[in-house]
């Protein structure tokens, strides 16, 4: 099953609104990763989780906070957002963060239109 | 830094027919590895194929065949047969060792029946 999934696919909030979005894989991956990205352009990586520790931040604003429950689950925890951070947000898993293969799976992404 | 280079926005073929793709990166590493991904407007991202720099052997999946030229730094990928189904937005992605993929600008690909 190479499967990533993503909960939900289409959020709409307001800019004082506390959300949460969702990711789950089962295919013993070991990293898990959230994209963020605009219409017509390349995905942004914005964190990077590794053995459910967080190994990349990539200067992300504190109004995103990343959560690894465990391995298969990774939550992207939403607030006080700005309408500019309205944009499709992919979450991604491979099999770990190193070596000769790993290549990453993406799932559907989550649609966020903040007003 | 290493930088991934698309330089055709947008691209047309007819059904049944064969389109190449471009792809040129910048890199100072002799190992690494090169990805194409497929993005159609249902949004998810598709692995199409992957390149290992150490070999020389372009990578080849069903439709999907690269040119591999690492003197060049140079990436290209060829679809046959082209279907309606291929439509969609082509990125062409670096990786060394690490997590981190370094995207090109993509390709919109527009299949005419």
């Known amino acids: 099953d190479t499967e990533v999934t993503q909960t939900p696919k289409h959020l709409v909030m307001g800019m004082t609104n506390k959300k949460s979005l969702k990711c789950e894989q089962h295919m013993g991956h070991r990293a898990m990763y959230w994209y963020k990205q605009k219409a017509k352009k390349p995905p942004e990586l914005m964190f990077v989780y590794s053995y459910e520790k967080l190994s990349i931040n990539e200067s992300v604003p504190s109004r995103f906070s990343p959560e690894c429950p465990n391995s298969s689950l990774l939550n992207l925890h939403l607030h006080a957002l700005q309408p500019e951070d309205s944009a499709l947000y992919l979450c991604?898993?491979?099999?770990?963060?190193?070596?000769?293969?790993?290549?990453?799976?993406f799932g559907p992404g989550t649609r966020l239109t903040v007003t | 830094a290493q930088t991934v280079t698309q330089s055709q926005p947008e691209m047309s073929v007819q059904e049944a027919e064969t389109v190449t793709l471009s792809c040129t990166y910048d890199t100072s590493e002799s190992d690494y590895y090169l990805f194409w991904y497929k993005q159609p407007p249902s949004r998810q991202m598709i692995l199409v194929i992957r390149?290992?720099?150490?070999?020389?052997q372009n990578a080849t999946e069903n439709r999907f065949s690269v040119n591999f030229q690492k003197a060049a730094k140079s990436f290209s990928l060829k679809i046959s047969d082209s279907q309606l189904g291929d439509a969609a937005m082509y990125f062409c992605a670096y990786r060394r060792y690490g997590n981190k993929l370094v995207f090109g600008a993509g390709t919109i690909l527009r299949v005419k029946s």
């Open positions: 390149q290992e720099a150490y070999k020389q």
């Open positions: 991604a898993s491979s099999q770990g963060v190193r070596g000769r293969a790993n290549e990453q799976y």
